[in-house]
Nanobody
């Protein structure tokens, strides 16, 4: 089992920044990809960004150039730096970690972008 604990969400004004963190613990051996999804009210969960253990990244088109995903393998932690936030970025953000054929999820952290 892999446990994921997210932190860093909150309320921010449009144009502001937030940094999300997700720390993995438990059976962390052989974790490959980690990343972030988000789900807004009434919408499906969607990919935001992901990063492999080797550092290859993938971003949703809507966040390219504004969000940056990074990973500290020594700390088993993945980060999402979110800049130039927009109201449409408002959602619950979920961290995931892929180990072998299983995807583990965090509990989610709320990000609200509003003036």
């Amino acid at each position: 089992q892999v446990q994921l604990v997210e932190s860093g969400g909150g309320l921010v004004q449009p144009g502001g920044s937030l940094r999300l963190s997700c720390a993995a613990s438990g059976s962390i051996f052989s974790i490959n990809a980690m990343g972030w999804y988000r789900q807004a009210p009434g919408k499906q969960r969607e990919l935001v960004a992901s990063i492999t253990s080797g550092g290859s990244t993938n971003y949703a088109g809507s966040v390219k150039g504004r969000f940056t995903i990074s990973r500290d393998n020594a700390k088993n932690t993945v980060y999402l730096q979110m800049n130039s936030l927009k109201p449409e970025d408002t959602a619950v953000y979920y961290c995931h970690a892929d180990r072998q054929v299983v995807r583990y999820w965090g509990q989610g952290t709320q990000v609200t972008v509003s003036s």
